[in-house]
């Protein structure tokens, strides 16, 4: 446990962060099975809508610092290649 008062602070400004991270994240996770869901059913509609939903909420993710930007970019290509294969 930390004894400092400098290191009780940065254990909870770390508490506070990681709750609020793991929000995000799930945040994101959803979003992207909406996605995936969308064109499993064979909707093409919801599918365009809801990449376009998920691009967005990707690069908030990767200027919040929760995933990196080459990963941002390796998961919008991915879920763009399941949406144009609809066609």
């Known amino acids: 446990m930390a004894n400092t008062a400098q290191a009780k ?6 508490e506070k962060s990681r ?23 064979g909707d093409k509609e919801q599918a365009n809508a809801a990449y376009k939903a998920v691009v967005s909420i990707i690069d908030s993710a990767v200027t919040k610092g929760l995933i990196h930007k080459n990963k941002a970019a390796r998961s919008k290509s991915r879920l763009n290649i399941k949406v144009r294969a609809m066609a």
């Open 19 to 41: 709750v609020r991270n793991a929000g995000q994240r799930s945040n994101l996770r959803t979003f992207v099975k909406k996605v995936i869901a969308a064109v499993e059913s």
């Open 9 to 14: 602070k940065r254990a909870r400004q770390a």
